[in-house]
Nanobody
Framework: QVQLVESGGGLVPAGRSLRASCLGLAGRDFSFRAMGWYRQAPGKEREFVADISSTGVSNYASSVRGRFAISVKGRFDVSRNNAENTVDLEMNDLQPEDTGVYYC?????????????????WGQGIQVTVSS
């Protein structure tokens, strides 16, 4: 089984920073590929924030269904430690619109399977609240 354990987040005033961390727990029959973060604001759909491949290249969301702008580029950064299966999200210059539940997501390969080996895992989510 694969489990994602998130930590961090919290409540800060606008302009401050927070860090979110995610630890991937998996047995030897699994390997993680891209790991990253999504968020969901109250009353809105979950949206992509950032992810990072196993080779360490960051990918920032450019648009989702053509309706959202790049909202975190230049303010957020994502990093990972492949040896420890962790991915961190550094959130700087936070704004009230960044408020929401942040979810860690990991794409992984399940080598126990002969077909459809690629799967996704999600964390439980952590709260980030930015006051104005």
């Amino acid at each position: 089984q694969v489990q994602l354990v998130e930590s961090g987040g919290g409540l800060v005033p606008a302009g401050r920073s927070l860090r979110a961390s995610c630890l991937g727990l998996a047995g030897r029959d699994f390997s993680f590929r891209a790991m990253g973060w999504y968020r969901q604001a109250p009353g809105k759909e979950r949206e992509f924030v950032a992810d990072i491949s196993s080779t360490g290249v960051s990918n920032y969301a450019s648009s989702v269904r053509g309706r959202f702008a790049i909202s975190v580029k230049g303010r957020f950064d994502v990093s990972r430690n492949n040896a420890e299966n962790t991915v961190d999200l550094e959130m700087n210059d936070l704004q009230p619109e960044d408020t929401g539940v942040y979810y860690c997501k990991a794409e992984y390969t399940d080598y126990r399977l002969s077909v459809s080996r690629r799967r996704d895992a999600w964390g439980q989510g952590i709260q980030v609240t930015v006051s104005s």
